[in-house]
């Protein structure tokens, strides 16, 4: 399998549950980044991870806790989630460093009940 | 803190029209700009970067941008749209010392009428 793959596609959750959306990329790249498309407004960087090691942190709430355990996979760890946080979120990879473009994934559509 | 703005949020053309996306940015430093785009039901790929160099960049699909660094912008255009062309729009921008941190505009979605 080739380029950046994400999974589940699709997931319903209770604001009480704990779930974990999977990104892994088939591309030898060294940075991953996990983005929040919600509906009219503009993609949202949450997370940076360069060489494994989380460089960027966008003020991102607790509830979201990413985990990178190698340059290949990167996850999501979801606890205790709101309605807001309904979105589709993005996974994308990369080459480390600035002007380097990014390959993005199909995305999880989460739904928060 | 940068930002970055697109003007039109849905674009409606019929096939030939000419197309163009306006992109204004914040940020005074240097800066390495994009255009992403969306097809339905696809990934967001990459239509065109600019780094430096040329500010008339071209990217696939007869895609084109120029960068305007008096004006902070980086529009997108097309002389002539196809019906295959209807997708979102996205522009992003990454300052150079800011490692691979894109910040996008809100998106333009553009409807191409046969």
């Known amino acids: 399998e080739t380029g950046v793959t994400q999974t589940p596609r699709h997931l319903v959750m209770g604001m009480t549950n704990k779930k974990s959306l999977k990104c892994e990329q088939h591309l030898g790249h060294n940075a991953m980044y996990w983005y929040k498309q919600s509906a009219k407004k503009p993609l949202e960087l949450m997370f940076v991870y360069n060489f494994k090691e989380q460089t960027e942190n966008n003020s991102v709430p607790s509830r979201f806790s990413p985990e990178c355990p190698n340059s290949s996979h990167l996850f999501l760890h979801l606890h205790t989630l709101q309605p807001e946080d309904s979105a589709l979120y993005l996974c994308?990879?990369?080459?480390?460093?600035?002007?380097?473009?990014?390959?993005f994934g199909p995305g999880t559509r989460l739904t928060v009940l | 803190a940068q930002s970055v703005s697109q003007h039109n949020h849905h674009v409606i053309l019929s096939e030939a029209a000419s197309l163009e996306l306006g992109c204004n940015y914040s940020?005074?430093?240097?800066?390495?700009l994009f255009w992403y785009v969306q097809y339905p039901g696809q990934h967001l790929q990459l239509l065109l970067k600019?780094?430096?160099?040329?500010?008339l960049v071209k990217g696939i699909k007869g895609f084109e941008a120029e960068f305007i660094k008096s004006k902070f912008s980086f529009n997108l255009r097309k002389p002539s749209v196809q019906w295959s062309d209807t997708a979102e729009y996205f522009c992003?921008?990454?300052?150079?010392?800011?490692?691979?941190?894109?910040?996008f505009g809100q998106g333009t979605e553009l409807s191409v009428k046969p």
């Open positions: 600019y780094f430096s160099g040329d500010p």
């Open positions: 992003a921008v990454n300052a150079w010392n800011q490692g691979g941190k894109l910040i």
């Open positions: 994308a990879s990369s080459q480390e460093g600035s002007g380097n473009e990014q390959f």
């Open positions: 940020y005074g430093g240097t800066v390495n």
